[in-house]
């Protein structure tokens, strides 16, 4: 079991920019350099996130550079973080040109939860035994968020107790 990290979390960067109705994406990705990099029991840290950061939507993409993937690149995923590994998709099932996202792909009650508790990462958690990365295989991930208080009539711990 090996954690990678994105370059988005090897930055380091969190927007927090906290304004009326302004959405802030942050994206990462990593790129396998060798075959059997990423195997099952592995996690992918993908975005850091700063604490009050409300999540609007994930979409989650698998490519491979100068190529077509011949398998299904990823089997038995999950998109959670440190704290619940399937908090926002739960055994995901994603090949080349597919897209996966929150609204559409995503457990009910995922769509704004709050980081209330601190800094955290959107990560993905490989589960599969099947799953085996090839060479060169780009796994993309950018993350929708707005800062939790920029409008104030907004409840936002209704939404953390439906995703937790």
Known sequence: MTTHKSTAVSAGIMPDYSRAGVVLCRTGHIVTAA?????????????????????????????????????????????????????????????????????????????GY?????????????????TVLETGVKIMMSVFYKMAGSISDEDFQAHNTAAA
């Open 35 to 111: 075959q059997d990099e990423i195997i099952s029991g592995d996690t992918l840290q993908m975005v850091p996130i700063p604490k009050n950061a409300q999540i609007l939507d994930i979409h989650l993409s698998v490519s491979k550079e100068g190529g077509t993937l011949d398998i299904t690149a990823a089997t038995g995923t999950h998109v959670g973080d440190g704290s619940s590994p399937s908090r926002f998709m739960d055994d995901a099932s994603i090949g080349d040109a597919d897209v996966l996202t929150l609204v559409i792909n995503g457990k009910p009650g995922a769509v």
């Open 114 to 130: 709050t980081y209330d508790e601190g800094d955290d990462t959107i990560d993905i958690a490989i589960t599969s035994a099947a």
